[in-house]
């Protein structure tokens, strides 16, 4: 059983976190909402979302990729994935097909304003973590970037 350290009130520096500090989750969820911040004051003005863009970026590399092939390499819930596309044939960002081989199937594609969309936005969305502050060395961001693939199984070939 845990122990509950009874303290006086603790400032915004230094609230106590106990094991928290030692959950691999945990410590990935702050990570997240970190750059997550920095990223929607850095970006948001234009309105770039980072799983949005995520989205368009996989498609933009894999046209014609079925709809539940995309949502299970992002790792994103059918439903959110179904409204997201919707969302984006509204905006006359993607186009949306039935194979013949498959009607249960939903084929993807950029439509031309999507493609212009990426091409508009890959270098800001790519370039966003090179202007972010970070304690961390160039070696240490490689490193880091290096086991966060390895841990969520990203292999070399996966990375091009």
Do not use: C
Not at 77 to 94: P, W, Y
């Amino acid at each position: 059983m845990t122990r509950t350290i009874s303290r006086p009130p603790a400032t915004e520096n230094e609230v106590a976190l106990g094991d928290l500090s030692r959950s691999f989750g945990f410590l990935l969820r702050m990570a997240q909402v970190q750059i997550f911040e920095f990223f929607f004051e850095d970006l948001g003005q234009i309105g770039l979302r980072p799983g949005e863009f995520s989205v368009l970026w996989v498609l933009h590399l894999n046209p014609g990729i079925r709809q539940g092939l995309l949502a299970q390499a992002l790792r994103i819930k059918r439903a959110h994935m179904t409204k997201m596309i919707r969302n984006f044939e509204d905006r006359g960002l993607v186009a949306r097909a039935v194979p013949d081989d498959d009607r249960r199937a939903v084929e993807l594609r950029l439509t031309d304003a999507g493609v212009a969309f990426v091409d508009d936005h890959a270098k800001a969305f790519f370039s966003h973590d090179a202007r972010r502050p970070t304690p961390l060395d160039p070696q240490e961001q490689a490193q880091l970037f290096a086991l966060l693939q390895k841990y969520v199984g990203i292999t070399p070939e996966e990375r091009r």
